[in-house]
């Protein structure tokens, strides 16, 4: 699902990185080099924070949820987040999995060398066909 949070920009001056960003809705700070990689890292600081709060079973805040008063300078705008294609992108953890098969074909793959995780994770992207 596809959400825009808030952010505000602040243009730092003598720093490594040249703007801090705020995002009010989740009280969450980063920063960035120059305003795009500000603006990249504030996307991918609220992706991961969502997907850290649905494997956690916390509250997701709406968009626009928090009042909040940016500082004198600041550049108050929007990034967007696809959390659904953020996950898909960032959790890519593996997961095991137990299933039966028949004793013959047991032994057939394991004489063949057959990577049973791998045969298992093509046929289930040939059957699912995920988009990417």
Request: with cysteine.
């Amino acid at each position: 699902m596809r959400k825009a949070y808030r952010i505000s920009v602040t243009k730092e001056k003598n720093q490594k990185y040249a703007y801090n960003v705020y995002v009010p809705d989740f009280k969450i700070y980063t920063e960035g080099r120059d305003l795009a990689d500000a603006m990249y890292m504030a996307r991918d600081a609220i992706g991961m924070t969502i997907m850290v709060r649905e494997d956690e079973g916390m509250l997701i805040p709406e968009p626009d949820s928090v009042e909040f008063e940016p500082e004198s300078g600041s550049i108050v705008t929007y990034v967007d987040v696809d959390t659904e294609e953020y996950r898909k992108k960032h959790d890519n953890r593996a997961v095991k999995k137990n299933c039966t098969i028949p004793y013959y074909l047991n032994a057939e793959a394991e004489k063949a060398g057959i990577n049973f995780s791998k045969v298992l994770q093509e046929a289930l992207i040939k059957k699912l066909k995920p988009q990417k």
